[in-house]
Structures are given as structure tokens and as C-alpha cells.
């Protein structure tokens, strides 16, 4: 099963990937939403004890898919809500494998500091093209998907191996996606003008984080 279910993730990957290229609506929304069901899929057929947190994270990020195909900042709020809690619980589900006591505070550190700054240079250049009320919840959400990618990191530091570094070259591609999001969706005169970029590194992060994970 779990080599129909990566099939099935490949295959409507590749889909998705060229009808963002094309710029074809109507194919990107009927692909979009086996990617994460795919996904899902092969995780629990990859191991014998998934974890709760890691399949919530995997259906909140398929529900996020879903909202965000509709146009409108309602339909982008709850998408962004989503994959909130989807980096949280990701976030849980890295815990379990995180030695706290082995990580050094010099790295929680300046991990915090890097995220922080580099949240606030990538708004500081989205600021001009955002709805008001979207500026500070879109800052918020990017910020958390900083800890997660410091809990990946975390993760890594604790049991460094193929399978945590995987998962955090993962999660870095999932900050790059939703940065790349923020620039097509908002800032109109931007070099990114499909939403290629924002689901290559997507759909290649999430599948590197589960790839790590089983």
C-alpha cells in the first residue's frame, strides 16, 4: 500500500506542479487536495505506531489546502488558521524526540533570533502590499512556523541521523513555501508570479518531513 500511496502523491504532485505552471485554476484546485490525503496515507502505512500529533499535523495541512482554494481573505484566514495548528502539531511531534537537556541554550538562542529577524526583514517588504488586518496574524503564523523548523532542528541536534536532518531540510522548505505564498498572493509587482515555487517546495517539504519521520 505504501508504494500506491506515494504513486498517488507523485503522480498528483506532478499534476498540481504543471497546472501551477500553467497557471490552469480548475486543474490546481480538482489536484490540490490528494496531495496531503496521499501523504497521510503512506505515513501510516510507513509505521507501525503513527503518531497522533504527526496525523493531525497531515489533516490540519490537508484542511489548510482546501480552505486557501476558494478566493477571499475569510477563506485565506481560515486556511492560515489551519496549518496553525498543523505547525503545532508538528511541533508535539518532533517533542518526543527532542532531549531538552542536550540543547545547548546558546542555540535555542540564536535559532530565535535568526527566525525573528528574518520574519520581520520578510514583512518588512510585504508591509506596503498587505491588508491591515491580515499584517500582524500572517507575522504570528510565520513565526510559528519558525519554531517549528527550531524544533526540527532540535530534533536533529538530539539524534542527528539521516532521518532528523531529512525532516528538518523539510521544514525549511515549508518556511520557503509559505513565504513565497505571501509574496504571490499580496505583492502584486513580485518576481514570483505563479504559485509553482509556493507548491514545489511545499509538497517536496512535507514529504521530506514525513520521510524523516517514518
Do not use: Q
Not at 58 to 67: H, M, Q, T
Not at 91 to 107: K, N, Q, T, W
Request: proline share 4%; hydrophobic share 55%.
Amino acid at each position: 500500500m505504501k508504494y500506491l500511496f506515494l504513486a498517488v502523491f507523485v503522480i498528483s504532485t506532478v499534476i498540481h506542479l504543471y497546472a501551477s505552471f500553467r497557471k490552469d485554476t480548475r486543474v490546481r484546485n480538482i489536484s490540490k487536495p490528494f496531495l496531503l490525503l496521499a501523504l497521510l496515507g503512506f505515513y501510516l502505512s510507513m509505521t507501525d505506531a503513527p503518531s497522533v500529533a504527526i496525523i493531525l499535523a497531515l489533516i490540519f495541512s490537508w484542511i489548510g489546502d482546501v480552505l486557501l482554494i476558494p478566493k477571499g481573505v475569510k477563506w485565506f484566514t481560515a486556511g492560515g488558521i489551519a496549518f496553525m495548528i498543523s505547525h503545532g502539531c508538528f511541533i508535539a511531534g518532533y517533542c518526543r524526540d527532542v532531549v531538552f537537556s542536550e540543547i545547548p541554550i546558546f542555540l535555542i538562542v540564536s535559532l530565535s533570533l535568526f527566525f525573528i529577524v528574518a520574519v520581520l526583514f520578510i514583512f518588512s517588504k510585504l508591509r506596503p502590499h498587505l491588508p491591515k488586518a491580515l499584517f500582524y496574524p500572517m507575522l504570528l503564523y510565520l513565526l510559528i512556523n519558525g519554531a517549528m523548523n527550531c524544533f526540527a532542528i532540535f530534533r536533529c541536534v538530539s539524534f542527528p541521523c539521516a532521518a532528523t536532518v531529512t525532516t528538518t531540510i523539510g521544514a525549511a522548505l515549508f518556511f520557503i513555501s509559505d513565504t513565497s505564498l505571501f509574496f504571490v498572493r499580496f505583492k502584486k509587482d513580485s518576481r514570483l508570479k505563479t504559485h509553482f515555487i509556493v507548491m514545489l517546495t511545499y509538497s517536496i517539504g512535507e514529504f521530506l518531513i514525513v520521510l524523516g519521520l517514518v
